[in-house]
């Protein structure tokens, strides 16, 4: 069982920048995938950006040139460096970890975190 906490939400003006952070609760696990989810009310769930083992990263196309994904596989823990915020990133954020069992992979969620941006 892996447990996952985050941290860094908050209220922002637009144009400003916010920082998440995402930790699992066991380092000695060894996670695949680490990424960021975001759910605006009445709208599915959606990727924002996702990042392998490897350092291989993916973006939601809204987000390019203004998030960042990163990771440390040490510390199981995955950041999100958000720039240029804009309205439209209003959203909770959920961080994800896929955890390959030998029977199948499997997907941990955390709570997620509030992030509103004021225009």
């Known amino acids: 069982q892996v447990q996952l906490v985050e941290s860094g939400g908050g209220l922002v003006q637009a144009g400003g920048s916010l920082r998440l952070s995402c930790a699992a609760s066991?380092?000695?696990?060894?996670?695949?995938?680490m990424g960021w989810y975001r759910q605006a009310p009445g709208k599915q769930r959606e990727l924002v950006a996702a990042i392998t083992r490897g350092g291989r990263t993916d973006y939601a196309d809204s987000v390019k040139d203004r998030f960042t994904i990163s990771r440390d596989n040490a510390k199981n823990t995955v950041f999100l460096q958000m720039n240029s915020l804009k309205p439209e990133d209003t959203a909770v954020y959920y961080c994800n970890a896929v955890v390959l069992y030998v029977t199948a992979p499997y997907d941990y969620w955390g709570q997620g975190t509030q992030v509103t941006v004021s225009s």
């Open positions: 066991r380092s000695s696990v060894s996670i695949n995938t």
